[in-house]
């Protein structure tokens, strides 16, 4: 079965840049699309960036422009390069696979993005 695991979150001033890492097992990376959310305390969890098979990208209007998906079908990892970081992006971000379509699953555990002010 398909596991992920997030890393490269931390601690972060407000304008700075982060990226974080999503590290794949368990089936055939090539054949997925993989896609990255976050949830910040007392809310829910929210879309934020998607990669397909082929290396096509949607994104949250929040974050155009400021963060980057891509893939490296090679390492078997997913990548969310992220730039000028807000404050209100502080939350636990997690990968998983699929598409919009039919969904997302096999969600990591997620790692920790705090920006301070």
């Known amino acids: 079965q398909v596991q992920l695991t997030e890393s490269g979150g931390g601690l972060v001033q407000a304008g700075g840049s982060l990226t974080l890492s999503c590290a794949f097992s368990g089936g055939t990376f090539r054949a997925y699309g993989l896609g990255w959310f976050r949830q910040a305390p007392g809310k829910e969890r929210e879309f934020v960036a998607v990669?397909?098979?082929?290396?096509?990208?949607e994104y949250a209007d929040f974050v155009k422009g400021r963060f980057i998906i891509s893939r490296d079908n090679a390492k078997n990892t997913v990548y969310l390069a992220m730039t000028n970081l807000k404050p209100e992006d502080t939350a636990v971000y997690s990968c998983a696979e699929g598409d919009r379509v039919l969904g997302f699953k096999s969600w990591g555990r997620g790692t920790q993005v705090t920006v301070s002010s």
């Open positions: 990669i397909d098979r082929s290396g096509g990208t």
